[in-house]
């Protein structure tokens, strides 16, 4: 059966191959038409999961998509895109336009397999740990503990929660060599450990821990195990804030046999990819698109089918596809003041971070650690711990304590607003470092 699968993979591959030769992408940037946007149009041979790949490869140059126009109806997909740098900006860096034009162009891999963008990429120099379970006070310091006591060096990771789940990826070194690690034993206790950490508050809901030599994208994979993990699905009698939530709405458009995909909520860095990403897991196909996202709200508007050709069914299938395109764009939404930290990096830097952070009863609601050639790059939303919003004096002490050139401010404190002290979706790390033992696992050492 493998046989025939590889052998399937190879033909599929050959005959994309063949029709690109055949119909080669055909890129245009243009700065001169759009007063405050570069403009970015891309016609291309039409397949499945294609829109994607080039929103995913905007999206990771770290571009704002202000408007898209998509049309894919038959054979042929035909897309633009209005996009500025992160100040606002058109894009003007001569290598920056080049890398576009060779990753969207004929000589790209964009659309030659769907693999890049879902597969392991191999070669890497950490093995990548991808982890599923229930949310709570102190488990990334449990999960932390068990890498350290493993001789784990953690270079990178990416944690989200939504709804009482959490999901994280993350790349570890070994301590000694500074490679992948090898030794099966030790990855079979690492699986076992970390799901135990994962499993040990809520017996009911599964944990999952996945080790590989590899990492598919960061971003998509996390959007693919919560949805795996159905974080969209409520608790019966769970009171919401509606205020809140953006307004998703599913129609169908019997004239022309599509369904009507409406999306208004406030906009944030890579929403377009967010909800992008949902549909194309959900199997969904994106024939028509409108984007605005030119001001605080972001208006999205897609006609799409089932990848079988039909639009929704039933009202089931429509509730459905709203609440996972709503639990999308709620995962990466981060509360409280956004920190940066940018350091060489040393042994202990982020449990020092976290402890000053603690001592000054601030709360951090998500993080990002990367490390990039000895550089601590780490990215922390942090609250008050009591829910009342964050002191300015507080903040410019802990700047002082860590060196105000390392630790810098990167929003408004004045604009942030209270949030209850007990929400469920911020378990993690709002009690983050203050556990110090572990759950009856088979681990009875305790870590500082």
Not at 60 to 80: H, P
Request: charged content about 25%.
């Amino acid at each position: 059966m493998a046989t025939v699968s590889y052998s399937q993979n190879i033909m599929d591959d050959e005959y994309e191959k063949f029709i690109r030769r055949m119909n080669p992408p055909r890129v245009v940037i243009d700065n001169d038409s759009c007063k405050n946007a570069t403009v970015i149009q891309v016609d291309s041979a039409n397949k499945h999961g294609i829109l994607l790949e080039v929103v995913q490869i905007l999206t990771d140059l770290n571009l704002v998509i202000t408007k898209a126009y998509i049309s894919s109806d038959g054979g042929w997909f035909m897309d633009v895109f209005n996009v500025t740098t992160q100040d606002g900006n058109k894009i003007t860096d001569e290598a920056m336009l080049d890398y576009i034009m060779k990753s969207l162009g004929p000589d790209s891999s964009f659309a030659s397999s769907m693999r890049r963008s879902v597969g392991l990429t191999t070669g890497m120099d950490y093995t990548s740990i991808e982890l599923i379970g229930s949310d709570r006070p102190g488990l990334l310091s449990e999960m932390r503990a068990v890498l350290t006591n493993l001789k784990c060096n953690v270079v990178n990771a990416e944690v989200w929660t939504h709804n009482t789940r959490a999901a994280a990826i993350m790349q570890v070194t070994d301590e000694e060599t500074g490679g992948t690690i090898n030794d099966p034993e030790r990855l079979s206790m690492m699986k076992q450990l970390l799901c135990n950490v994962l499993r040990c508050s809520n017996k009911l809901r599964d944990a999952k821990t996945i080790v590989s030599d590899g990492v598919s994208h960061t971003e998509r994979r996390l959007h693919q195990l919560m949805f795996a993990d159905r974080d969209y699905e409520r608790a019966a009698g769970e009171v919401s804030d509606e205020k809140g939530r953006p307004n998703v709405s599913v129609v169908n458009w019997q004239d022309r046999d599509y369904s009507v995909v409406t999306i208004r909520c406030k906009d944030r860095p890579k929403l377009l990819f967010d909800t992008i990403c949902t549909l194309t897991d959900m199997q969904y196909v994106v024939f028509h698109g409108n984007v605005d996202a030119e001001g605080p709200i972001a208006h999205q508007e897609y006609c799409i089918r089932h990848i079988d050709g039909s639009p929704v069914k039933s009202d089931a299938e429509r509730q459905r596809v709203i609440q996972c395109l709503e639990a999308a764009i709620e995962r990466r939404v981060s509360e409280g003041l956004k920190l940066e930290l940018c350091t060489t990096d040393r042994v202990g830097l982020l449990s020092n971070v976290t402890r000053i952070f603690r001592e000054n009863s601030l709360t951090v609601t998500r993080a990002e650690v990367t490390t990039r050639a000895g550089k601590a790059v780490n990215i922390f939303y942090v609250r008050d711990s009591s829910g009342y919003p964050v002191d300015a004096k507080i903040i410019e002490s802990v700047r002082q304590t860590i060196g105000q050139t390392i630790l810098r401010v990167k929003g408004n404190i004045g604009e942030l607003n209270p949030v209850p002290q007990e929400s469920p979706t911020r378990f993690l790390f709002g009690g983050l470092f203050k556990s110090r033992s572990f759950c009856n696992f088979g681990l009875v050492r305790s870590y500082s």
